[in-house]
């Protein structure tokens, strides 16, 4: 397929191409993946639509594949759910991906890019390659440690005198066997 100039001459192309249907859908379409930031569901797609467009979630699922196969926007299966990110002007990227509160972030490293680029694969044509980096945000983080440390002082306030003075001897104990270590 020849290079187009804009992502509506690449789509006319490619539907030529494929003897599709060009549709005023699929260009509204195009245009929201285009114009929409960071990755979104169908669904969510889809509530970005024109109101003056009525897209069918049919209409929606089956434009999104062909934008993927036309190279015109991403596709990420991440926890069951497919999110789409406008590929225009967007190089192929990895991502972080907390697994507290399921943000994606947009890592562009050009290690990991080389990675893949050189390694082998024989009968394998590489397209692209994606990396997804799953972790722990650190607005997670510190949610994760306030909970810890609130949850340390309720286990306290309800321990008796004896357990409270067993579990300072079981920390005093375990600082003196990491000291011998």
């Known amino acids: 397929m020849q290079q187009a ?12 191409e494929q003897g599709m249907r060009k549709t005023p859908e699929r260009y509204a379409i195009l245009d929201t993946v285009i ?5 979104n569901s ?6 970005m639509m024109p109101s003056n467009f ?9 434009t999104l594949a062909l934008l993927v196969e036309c190279g015109l926007a991403y596709s990420h299966q991440i926890d069951g759910i497919t999110l789409y990110e ?3 002007g967007n190089p192929a990227h ?5 697994t507290g509160c399921h943000k994606i972030w947009d890592l562009h490293d050009e290690a990991l890019e080389r990675a893949a ?26 949610k994760l440690a306030r909970l810890r440390k609130k949850l340390e002082r309720e286990k306290q306030a309800n321990m008796s005198r004896e357990e409270l003075r067993f579990a300072r001897i079981d920390e005093e104990l375990a600082k003196i066997a990491e000291w011998f270590k």
């Open 5 to 16: 100039e804009t992502p509506h001459q690449r789509l006319t192309q490619f539907m030529t």
């Open 94 to 98: 990895h991502h972080y991906i907390c």
């Open 35 to 39: 114009q929409t930031k960071g990755h």
């Open 54 to 62: 009525h897209v069918s979630r049919g209409t929606m699922y089956s």
């Open 42 to 47: 169908a669904d969510q797609i889809l509530s």
């Open 117 to 142: 680029t050189q390694a082998k694969t024989p009968r394998f044509k590489k397209l692209r390659s994606n990396t997804y980096i799953y972790g722990i945000c650190n607005i997670c983080q510190a």
């Open 86 to 88: 406008n590929a225009c």
